[in-house]
């Protein structure tokens, strides 16, 4: 088994509270020692060493909310192609949403998934299945069958559970076979026909508003819901204030709550919509000024417990059309972490939370391996240069689609090596 040194690295660990300059061991498949007395013991006889100069070691990033089109869509999108995406971003571990055609909603498909990524995969790649069969809100899939194939959560990904009785039976058997299921929450009545969030800027644009209430009040449903089965429920996609401040009450209120934010809904606002457009139409829509300060108070203090990408391709005939017949949804896996670092270089969120959000939190959440530096845990981890500038360019990026938020956004913050299971999967710093 080779072993791999990084000296003189800045260990940011949140599972064990460390920000510390240090020494990283990965052996073999795993990490031997990392902290600032790794080395008490010496280097390891014929350890390949890589000085880091400074530059940040991270876990490997646990994005809980990628959308892949395999099956069904590989042109958008392949299980292949999503996990090069996430390699060049840091992201380790991905969490693959249920919409897909086939709907993974049976055995069958979870072992599919798992069975392709362990092909063709450059990072750890774990099936959620559907809450109803073919995500139709009707009838319930066979929570134990797939838990037991390795589904790690459930959820309606981009659909909305509108009965309150399958909610309320959903979080039932959640619980009694030890899972999160994870929610995204838009009432269809509310929302309408909206595209964009309801407001003046929406009048301006001549377009129909989504407004707060439509995600707030069938949020507040589930958390009650949560309260009465004592199932996890997790917000999967929170957008507004009022819905910060339930999760808040849920939580004072001791429900097994957890809650999650687009890193769009922490880094954009409605206004940069723009003039209609498109790769900015999402949902939630982009929300006013003052719910994305509420979202990234919300996750300085905790209340927000983890950052996705919600990774969602979508091609050019998807995508180049009128504003209101667009289809929804933006790329991030290989622009998460550095659109995150922002709120860390403008001091709005500390490095150890921000990473916690990231990768700690979620890898606990779903009860995965992976995001901590701990001894003995698999070497999933990323070397980052915290500081370096680039610029977004449609040329450099991995996925097979390009629908992202950020082209031409100048970014710091650059992910020089990302290793899995002690494999060097994207770039590398080289030897001492």
Request: aromatic share 4%; hydrophobic share 45%; proline share 5%.
């Amino acid at each position: 088994m080779s072993v791999t040194v990084f000296t003189h690295a800045r260990i940011v660990d949140p599972s064990r509270g460390k920000d510390e300059i240090g020494t990283v061991i990965v052996d073999g498949r795993v990490i031997r020692a990392a902290g600032a007395d790794a080395l008490n013991q010496g280097t390891p006889e014929g350890a390949h060493v890589i000085d880091c100069r400074g530059r940040a070691i991270v876990p490997g990033l646990v994005d809980s909310r990628v959308f892949v089109g395999e099956p069904g869509a590989e042109h958008r999108e392949t299980i292949a192609s999503a996990s090069l995406a996430a390699a060049s971003g840091g992201v380790t571990s991905i969490v693959m949403m249920p919409d897909t055609d086939p709907v993974i909603d049976d055995v069958a498909l979870v072992e599919f998934v798992l069975r392709t990524a362990r092909d063709t995969a450059l990072v750890n790649v774990f099936p959620a299945a559907a809450v109803t069969k073919r995500l139709a809100g009707g009838e319930m899939t066979e929570f134990g069958l797939l838990r037991e194939a390795g589904a790690v959560a459930f959820t309606e990904g981009r659909h909305t559970i509108a009965s309150p009785l399958m909610m309320r039976r959903a979080l039932t058997y959640a619980r009694d076979f030890d899972a999160v299921l994870a929610h995204e929450t838009q009432d269809a009545d509310l929302a309408g026909a909206g595209v964009v969030n309801e407001g003046l800027y929406a009048s301006w644009l001549g377009l129909a508003g989504v407004p707060r209430e439509a995600e707030a009040i069938p949020l507040e449903r589930d958390l009650l819901l949560a309260r009465l089965t004592r199932g996890a429920y997790h917000a999967a996609k929170i957008s507004t204030a009022m819905s910060a401040a339930a999760v808040a009450r849920a939580k004072a209120d001791g429900a097994n709550v957890t809650a999650g934010i687009s890193i769009n809904h922490l880094a954009l606002n409605e206004n940069d919509v723009g003039e209609y457009r498109t790769f900015f139409k999402l949902s939630p829509p982009l929300r006013a000024e003052e719910d994305r300060l509420a979202m990234v108070e919300a996750l300085r203090e905790g209340v927000i417990d983890v950052i996705v990408s919600s990774h969602d391709p979508q091609d050019v005939d998807t995508k180049r059309l009128p504003f209101s017949d667009a289809a929804d949804g933006a790329i991030g896996l290989e622009t998460l972490l550095a659109v995150a670092l922002r709120l860390h270089h403008n001091g709005d969120v500390p490095l150890l939370r921000l990473i916690d959000a990231l990768s700690t939190a979620p890898a606990r959440l779903f009860g995965l391996p992976g995001g901590t530096l701990s001894p003995g845990a698999p070497a999933d981890l990323a070397v980052v240069d915290l500081d370096a500038p680039w610029v977004v360019n449609e040329a450099d990026i991995k996925s097979r689609s390009k629908n992202t938020c950020f082209e031409g956004a100048r970014l710091q913050g650059k992910v020089l090596q990302t290793m899995v299971a002690g494999r060097t999967v994207f770039g590398s710093l080289g030897g001492a």
